[in-house]
């Protein structure tokens, strides 16, 4: 499955613990990556510091469902059930 032209949910829902360019501690759940571009791309992609934890979580039709809403439901509820 490829990602949803601007959706972005699985780089806004989720925390990320891993330092990011720019947030040396992570970033919280629900904040959108600063690295997002006006399209909700991102511009680390393919770079190294882009953080591994971003590269593993792939789209499915279970996270993605039909809609960013959806994703961002379900994605949240994973960030929720992992605290």
Not at 5 to 25: E, F, M, V, W, Y
Not at 34 to 59: I, M, N, T
Request: proline share 13%.
């Amino acid at each position: 499955m490829n990602c949803r032209p601007g959706c972005a949910a699985c780089c806004t829902a989720p925390s990320i613990s891993s330092p990011l360019p720019g947030l040396p501690h992570g970033k919280p759940a629900g904040m959108p990556c600063p690295h997002l571009d006006e399209a909700l791309r991102c511009r680390l992609f393919g770079r190294p510091e882009r953080p591994a934890v971003c590269g593993s979580l792939q789209p499915s039709e279970e996270m993605c469902g039909e809609s960013r809403e959806h994703a961002m439901r379900w994605l949240s509820a994973l960030e929720q059930a992992t605290r």
